[in-house]
């Protein structure tokens, strides 16, 4: 009995263990299952946002990494620019639109034997002009073109330009060059303005006044200026800047023997604070060779080789000239100019001083000698500063903190301006009712105050109005200096006027 007992107590401990460790099987299973489904399910959510994700970044390619030598397609301020993304090369469409309206106030004409304002020698249309001025609307500028880079160190620029002065042209080349930047020292070659002065430095977006005083301007044209075939070297640095450029004739002008000219500016900040800066300079503007006007005849004495200096009243919807100096047979000119400029804050100044020297050829008479000056200042009502540019060393105009928008109260930039600019373009011109003196050049003095209000609306749109006193001192040189119809020698030929401008621009 005993061991029958003990036999059936083992077959129901056995038969009991077997059916807890089944029982535990069967629990330790079914909790696997409910982990896997949940996985499952995590995974699935998982899955959905991967997929959201992705169909989001597609919808949003400006805010992933462009691929190793991808395109992109910008436009900032209204620029079309297409790029690499490592910046290699790039190609930006530009764009340059200025129209300028005017009134001339005078004194009403009169017939050409009793009214003796004249404009250029020997010009019956200019000297028509001087008397009547015309009122109206000049496109100044319409330029279009591009720029960028090309394999990185390389930089170029081509524009073309269908405004002008007192009448729209049939178009020329404004700037085409290339330029090589992989050194500190930039070489630049083609057609392009050389900075000839620090009125020449700002960009013409955005000068103070529409156009140039007139000493800078009328120095710019001697061996720089829009189109000039230039091969140039420039370097600069965060207060210094330095440039020089060979220069020949514009793209418009053709002649027998091209002029060869040299243009060399030396910039550089003193004095420098947190919102303060001084600027100092001097350029150097050279007629080496003047462009002959025929063959190069020994016999003859060789071609004559003609300079003329002459200027608008600093406005071009007409386009007579008041003061001119006329031909003169030059062996070279020089130009010196001392540059001052200076900024605190949101008020800025400038002024330049010109000297202008002439040398006859083959001749004993004196060589002329001219010169002039200017002094202009801005300050802008809304606090925005003019901005300093270190690649030009040029002060160029404010950008709007708050661009034009009136649902927002938002106005854009004003800018009041003033400045006063005299020039002299006469050599030994005497006073008037005497005759003239041999050598003598009768120019004349061209004095002008200017007023006026810069309206920056945004970065792209400007407008521009303005108030000239202009007063010109010139004395006729007698003889047929004017056509048929010259004063008497020392007769006074300027003029007093009021000039009233509105410009329109658009740039981009």
């Given at each position: 009995?005993?061991?029958?007992?003990?036999?059936?107590?083992?077959?129901?401990?056995?038969?009991?263990?077997?059916?807890?460790?089944?029982?535990?099987n069967?629990?330790?299973?079914?909790?696997?299952?409910?982990?896997?489904?949940?996985?499952?399910a995590?995974?699935?959510?998982?899955?959905g946002?991967?997929?959201?994700?992705?169909?989001?970044?597609?919808?949003?390619?400006?805010?992933?990494?462009?691929?190793?030598?991808?395109?992109?397609?910008?436009?900032?301020?209204?620029?079309?620019t297409?790029?690499?993304?490592?910046?290699?090369?790039?190609?930006?469409?530009?764009?340059?639109?200025?129209?300028?309206?005017?009134?001339?106030?005078?004194?009403?004409?009169?017939?050409l034997?009793?009214?003796?304002?004249?404009?250029?020698?020997?010009?019956?249309?200019?000297?028509?002009?001087?008397?009547?001025?015309?009122?109206?609307?000049?496109?100044?500028?319409?330029?279009?073109?591009?720029?960028?880079?090309?394999?990185?160190?390389?930089?170029?620029?081509?524009?073309?330009?269908?405004?002008?002065?007192?009448v729209?042209?049939?178009?020329?080349?404004?700037s085409?060059?290339?330029?090589?930047?992989?050194?500190?020292?930039k070489?630049?070659?083609?057609?392009?303005?050389?900075?000839t002065?620090?009125?020449?430095?700002?960009?013409?977006?955005?000068?103070?006044?529409?156009?140039?005083?007139?000493?800078?301007?009328?120095?710019?044209?001697?061996?720089?200026?829009?189109?000039?075939?230039?091969?140039?070297?420039?370097?600069?640095?965060?207060?210094?800047?330095?440039?020089?450029?060979?220069?020949?004739?514009?793209?418009?002008?053709?002649?027998?023997?091209e002029?060869?000219?040299?243009?060399?500016?030396?910039?550089?900040?003193?004095?420098?604070?947190?919102?303060?800066?001084?600027?100092?300079?001097a350029?150097?503007?050279?007629?080496?060779?003047?462009?002959?006007?025929?063959?190069?005849?020994?016999?003859?004495?060789?071609?004559?080789?003609?300079?003329?200096?002459?200027d608008?009243?600093?406005?071009?919807?007409?386009?007579?000239?008041?003061?001119?100096?006329?031909?003169?047979d030059?062996?070279?000119?020089?130009?010196?100019?001392l540059?001052?400029g200076?900024?605190?804050?949101?008020?800025?100044?400038?002024?330049?001083?010109?000297?202008i020297?002439?040398?006859?050829?083959?001749?004993?008479?004196?060589?002329?000698?001219?010169?002039?000056?200017?002094?202009?200042?801005?300050?802008?009502?809304?606090?925005?500063?003019?901005?300093?540019?270190?690649?030009?060393?040029?002060?160029?105009n404010?950008?709007?903190?708050?661009?034009?928008?009136?649902?927002?109260?938002?106005?854009?930039?004003?800018?009041?301006?003033?400045?006063?600019?005299?020039?002299?373009?006469?050599?030994?011109?005497?006073?008037?009712?005497?005759?003239t003196?041999?050598?003598?050049?009768r120019?004349?003095?061209?004095?002008?105050?200017?007023?006026?209000?810069?309206?920056?609306?945004?970065?792209?749109?400007?407008?521009?109005?303005?108030?000239?006193?202009?007063?010109?001192?010139?004395?006729?040189?007698?003889?047929?200096?004017?056509?048929?119809?010259?004063?008497?020698?020392?007769?006074q030929?300027?003029?007093?006027?009021?000039?009233?401008?509105?410009?329109t621009?658009?740039?981009?």
């Amino acid at each position: 009995m005993t061991h029958t007992t003990a036999l059936r107590t083992a077959l129901i401990a056995g038969v009991s263990f077997m059916t807890m460790a089944g029982a535990a099987n069967a629990q330790t299973s079914a909790e696997s299952e409910a982990r896997i489904a949940a996985l499952e399910a995590q995974l699935a959510a998982l899955s959905g946002q991967i997929a959201e994700l992705k169909a989001a970044t597609a919808a949003s390619p400006k805010d992933t990494r462009p691929a190793p030598g991808a395109t992109t397609v910008t436009l900032s301020n209204g620029r079309p620019t297409i790029a690499t993304s490592d910046g290699a090369f790039s190609a930006s469409f530009r764009g340059f639109f200025q129209a300028d309206a005017a009134i001339y106030d005078q004194r009403d004409a009169g017939p050409l034997s009793t009214d003796f304002r004249r404009g250029s020698f020997g010009d019956a249309a200019e000297n028509e002009r001087a008397r009547d001025m015309s009122d109206g609307v000049n496109i100044r500028r319409a330029r279009i073109g591009m720029e960028g880079k090309v394999f990185s160190v390389f930089d170029y620029n081509m524009v073309y330009d269908f405004g002008g002065s007192g009448v729209e042209e049939a178009g020329r080349v404004s700037s085409a060059w290339l330029q090589y930047s992989g050194y500190p020292v930039k070489v630049r070659v083609g057609f392009f303005p050389a900075p000839t002065s620090l009125e020449d430095a700002s960009s013409f977006t955005g000068s103070l006044f529409v156009e140039r005083a007139s000493v800078a301007e009328t120095v710019r044209g001697l061996a720089g200026g829009d189109g000039r075939a230039s091969i140039g070297l420039t370097a600069s640095g965060e207060r210094w800047n330095l440039a020089a450029t060979v220069t020949g004739n514009t793209v418009t002008t053709l002649t027998y023997d091209e002029q060869l000219g040299f243009v060399g500016r030396a910039a550089y900040v003193p004095f420098k604070g947190k919102d303060w800066m001084i600027h100092v300079g001097a350029n150097a503007n050279l007629i080496i060779d003047p462009a002959a006007s025929g063959p190069d005849v020994a016999l003859a004495g060789g071609a004559v080789t003609n300079v003329r200096l002459r200027d608008r009243p600093e406005l071009r919807v007409d386009g007579a000239r008041l003061i001119d100096t006329g031909n003169i047979d030059a062996d070279g000119v020089t130009a010196l100019g001392l540059e001052l400029g200076g900024q605190i804050k949101n008020v800025y100044a400038q002024g330049e001083y010109f000297n202008i020297d002439v040398e006859r050829r083959n001749s004993t008479l004196s060589d002329p000698k001219f010169d002039g000056w200017y002094v202009q200042a801005g300050w802008t009502l809304t606090g925005e500063p003019r901005r300093y540019n270190t690649a030009t060393a040029g002060f160029d105009n404010p950008r709007p903190a708050k661009p034009f928008n009136p649902k927002k109260a938002q106005w854009g930039a004003v800018e009041l301006a003033a400045r006063y600019s005299t020039f002299d373009l006469n050599h030994l011109a005497g006073g008037p009712g005497n005759p003239t003196l041999p050598g003598a050049i009768r120019g004349g003095e061209q004095n002008i105050i200017s007023l006026g209000v810069n309206w920056y609306l945004n970065s792209v749109v400007m407008v521009s109005g303005a108030y000239r006193n202009v007063e010109v001192r010139r004395l006729s040189p007698g003889g047929t200096a004017f056509g048929a119809a010259t004063p008497a020698a020392g007769a006074q030929v300027g003029q007093d006027l009021d000039i009233w401008s509105l410009r329109t621009q658009y740039v981009f």
